[in-house]
């Protein structure tokens, strides 16, 4: 698999509004890394800020930056799973001290998470 290139079982690209939960999330190499928690955006002002992604290590977030593509049958990011950060109700600490983008992506996630249901 090549960048952007889906393989062809994925099915059509699609929008993160109508991306479901439980869709199956592949690195560049192909290798299934989890499936979808979660799309985390701001419908209203249509901005994408990533996916909780589900693994087997537990949750992390992929922030739209590093999300190469949605497809009908699965998504795919530009890392391995254990290149994407755990959500955390203080994310000012390691990798997201000076990124805004992220920092704010990582705090959604947490808050995300520990909601009631």
Known sequence: MT???PP???GAPVSYLVLADGTPVFD???ERIGEVEHVLADEGADVFHGLLVKTAAGH???RATLVDGLYEH???VAVPAAGLPEPSA???ARVAEEDEGLRHGLKKAW???VQPR
Do not use: H, Q, T
Request: glycine letters at 10%; zero cysteines; hydrophobic letters at 35%.
């Open 74 to 76: 699965g998504v795919i």
């Open 60 to 62: 992390r977030f992929a």
């Open 8 to 10: 062809e079982d994925l």
């Open 90 to 92: 203080d994310p000012s």
């Open 28 to 30: 560049r190499s192909g």
């Open 3 to 5: 960048d952007k290139e």
């Open 111 to 113: 808050d995300w998470l």
